[in-house]
């Protein structure tokens, strides 16, 4: 005699193969007879966790997922799923849990106590269920940020390659930057800010060299958010690349992977999310446009100013980096500074091919001459790596 879970999880997979199959009778069957069985919300309980559990092995962490299924369906899958991971993750004793993975939880689970929030998966709409398990069992394999619920461990930390008390002086003048109303306070700050990131970088690169410390390429997933992903995923790629990182966007998950060593990483996900938001800024403030014809025509006006925002964005960064560089070599020599950023350079390159053996490309088109005119002089305005706006 077949278990109640093995039941539950026949009922289950005939309800997902008729939502994919897009057949709506048998997905109402399905419905039904899982509304029918008293002992249907344990054993939904139960494969609920299972099907979570195995995405985590897949490479997803608790925020991508609930973001994912919170992109493909809705707010009340979402939180289904939020729940599920909730209930999984207690299984295992928090010494062994990453302390990201329990801010992760944090941010996208309710404040309900955990019978509610158990009862939320048991006693939900087995629509919503067989829906949220279609969508997680789409989900494909991705590279692993960290340690697993349960697997976490001392040995498992990563050699610290970020000052803390830097990386918050670092987002207290990037807050200042993006708060101030006046341009010098903001170039100001944000020079700071990169000069400490910048001068921090090329120091545990040298330092790593002279003491023979391995520090490894790792990988971040960083949230790309509607409208205008395309556009806000080049800027991300040209701050990844004048920082010695790649990005590739995932564009039916709504995140880019960037990779690179883990400082240059924090460097690339504070940048980019502090140029994002003044780039944001100087967009919104020339308010809606219309075309010679009085047709409204803002959507292109942003997509071109974002895009050549990005595109100019990168010129000014590449010519920033180098010039960190050449003042670097002033100080240690080329024969000390070169070979250790070529070597990094490649074993970057070398993860990314890795994990990214067959990327395919795609272009942007912009039609909206103002916007793209207006975004390279708002990237103009920006401030990188210490050195200040371009002037006429």
Request: glycine letters at 6%.
């Given at each position: 005699?077949?278990?109640?879970?093995?039941?539950?999880?026949?009922?289950?997979?005939?309800?997902?193969?008729?939502?994919?199959?897009?057949?709506?009778?048998?997905?109402?069957?399905?419905?039904?007879?899982?509304?029918?069985?008293?002992?249907?919300?344990?054993?939904?309980?139960?494969?609920?966790?299972?099907?979570?559990?195995?995405?985590?092995?897949?490479?997803?962490?608790?925020?991508?997922?609930?973001?994912?299924?919170?992109?493909?369906?809705?707010?009340?899958?979402?939180?289904?799923?939020?729940?599920?991971?909730?209930?999984?993750?207690?299984?295992?004793?928090?010494?062994?849990?990453?302390?990201?993975?329990?801010?992760?939880?944090?941010?996208?689970?309710?404040?309900?106590?955990?019978?509610?929030?158990?009862?939320?998966?048991?006693?939900?709409?087995?629509?919503?269920?067989?829906?949220?398990?279609?969508?997680?069992?789409?989900?494909?394999?991705?590279?692993?940020?960290?340690?697993?619920?349960?697997?976490?461990?001392?040995?498992?930390?990563?050699?610290?390659?970020?000052?803390?008390?830097?990386?918050?002086?670092?987002?207290?003048?990037?807050?200042?930057?993006?708060?101030?109303?006046?341009?010098?306070?903001?170039?100001?700050?944000?020079?700071?800010?990169?000069?400490?990131?910048?001068?921090?970088?090329?120091?545990?690169?040298?330092?790593?060299?002279?003491?023979?410390?391995?520090?490894?390429?790792?990988?971040?997933?960083?949230?790309?958010?509607?409208?205008?992903?395309?556009?806000?995923?080049?800027?991300?790629?040209?701050?990844?690349?004048?920082n010695g990182c790649r990005s590739v966007w995932m564009e039916y998950?709504?995140?880019?992977?960037?990779?690179?060593?883990?400082?240059?990483?924090?460097?690339?996900?504070?940048?980019?999310?502090?140029?994002?938001?003044?780039?944001?800024?100087?967009?919104?403030?020339?308010?809606?446009?219309?075309?010679?014809?009085?047709?409204?025509?803002?959507?292109?006006?942003?997509?071109?100013?974002?895009?050549?925002?990005?595109?100019?964005?990168?010129?000014?960064?590449?010519?920033?980096?180098?010039?960190?560089?050449?003042?670097?070599?002033?100080?240690?020599?080329?024969?000390?500074?070169?070979?250790?950023?070529?070597?990094?350079?490649?074993?970057?390159?070398?993860?990314?091919?890795?994990?990214?053996?067959?990327?395919?490309?795609?272009?942007?088109?912009?039609?909206?001459?103002?916007?793209?005119?207006?975004?390279?002089?708002?990237?103009?305005?920006?401030?990188?790596?210490?050195?200040?706006?371009?002037?006429?």
């Amino acid at each position: 005699m077949p278990t109640e879970r093995e039941i539950v999880e026949r009922i289950v997979a005939e309800g997902v193969f008729a939502y994919d199959a897009r057949r709506p009778a048998e997905l109402t069957r399905a419905v039904q007879a899982l509304a029918a069985r008293p002992g249907a919300p344990a054993a939904v309980f139960a494969l609920m966790q299972a099907e979570v559990l195995a995405v985590w092995q897949r490479g997803w962490q608790p925020f991508e997922l609930h973001r994912s299924v919170k992109k493909a369906l809705t707010d009340e899958h979402a939180r289904l799923a939020g729940a599920a991971m909730l209930a999984q993750t207690r299984a295992y004793a928090p010494a062994t849990v990453d302390e990201r993975w329990q801010a992760q939880l944090l941010q996208i689970t309710t404040k309900r106590p955990d019978a509610e929030q158990d009862g939320a998966v048991g006693q939900a709409d087995p629509q919503l269920v067989i829906q949220t398990i279609w969508h997680l069992r789409r989900l494909p394999g991705l590279p692993f940020q960290g340690p697993l619920p349960g697997e976490a461990r001392p040995q498992h930390v990563a050699p610290k390659t970020v000052d803390q008390k830097m990386l918050d002086r670092v987002r207290a003048l990037l807050a200042k930057a993006e708060s101030t109303t006046f341009p010098e306070e903001a170039e100001a700050y944000t020079a700071k800010a990169q000069e400490l990131m910048t001068r921090h970088s090329i120091d545990f690169a040298l330092l790593m060299a002279r003491t023979g410390g391995k520090d490894e390429p790792a990988v971040r997933r960083i949230p790309i958010d509607n409208p205008y992903e395309a556009a806000k995923t080049l800027l991300l790629q040209a701050v990844a690349e004048a920082n010695g990182c790649r990005s590739v966007w995932m564009e039916y998950y709504g995140f880019a992977t960037v990779t690179g060593f883990p400082g240059d990483l924090d460097s690339v996900e504070l940048l980019f999310t502090s140029l994002l938001v003044q780039a944001v800024a100087a967009m919104t403030q020339s308010g809606p446009k219309q075309d010679r014809f009085g047709r409204n025509n803002t959507r292109s006006f942003r997509q071109a100013f974002l895009t050549a925002y990005a595109q100019r964005i990168g010129e000014r960064l590449r010519g920033a980096t180098e010039t960190a560089v050449s003042e670097t070599i002033r100080d240690v020599g080329e024969s000390t500074l070169l070979p250790v950023l070529k070597a990094r350079s490649e074993e970057v390159a070398a993860k990314f091919q890795e994990l990214f053996p067959a990327l395919k490309t795609r272009s942007i088109t912009v039609s909206n001459r103002q916007g793209w005119a207006e975004g390279r002089a708002a990237a103009d305005r920006a401030d990188l790596h210490g050195r200040r706006a371009v002037r006429e």
